[in-house]
């Protein structure tokens, strides 16, 4: 059974850091572009960063660009969100997924499997 969990989201003052931690069970996703997306009550999911399969390639939504970074740990099965100087507008659920493909893709239709999230509530 494939199981995605979260972790690291929490209450944090504005221009603090967090890392999240999305591990992944079940099956490798070694082959697997992956996403982090987050909902603000309200408001839509949006997608904050994602990388493909290997790494090497990443992107992020221009609202994060400079703060966050995505990696992942093909070994440990695990991708990471490093977010920095986070900001009031950054609170929102956080979600951690995995792409049907091996390439970067940006909206919720693209990805297969989805984690239940973690809080992340950042503080004026």
């Known amino acids: 059974q494939v199981q995605l969990v979260e972790s690291g989201g929490r209450l944090v003052q504005a221009g603090g850091s967090l890392r999240l931690t999305c591990a992944a069970s079940g099956r490798s996703f070694n082959s697997n572009a992956m996403g982090w997306f987050r909902q603000a009550p309200g408001k839509e999911r949006e997608l904050v960063a994602a990388?493909?399969?290997?790494?090497?390639?990443?992107m992020y939504a221009d609202s994060v660009k400079g703060r966050f970074t995505i990696s992942r740990n093909n070994a440990r099965n695990t991708v990471y969100l490093q977010m920095n100087s986070l900001k009031p507008e950054d609170t929102a659920v956080y979600y951690c997924?995995?792409?049907?493909?091996?390439?970067?893709?940006?909206?919720?239709?693209?990805?297969?499997?989805w984690g239940k999230g973690t809080l992340v509530t950042v503080s004026s």
């Open positions: 997924a995995v792409a049907f493909g091996r390439v970067v893709v940006t909206t919720t239709d693209d990805y297969r499997y």
């Open positions: 990388i493909n399969y290997s790494g090497a390639i990443t």
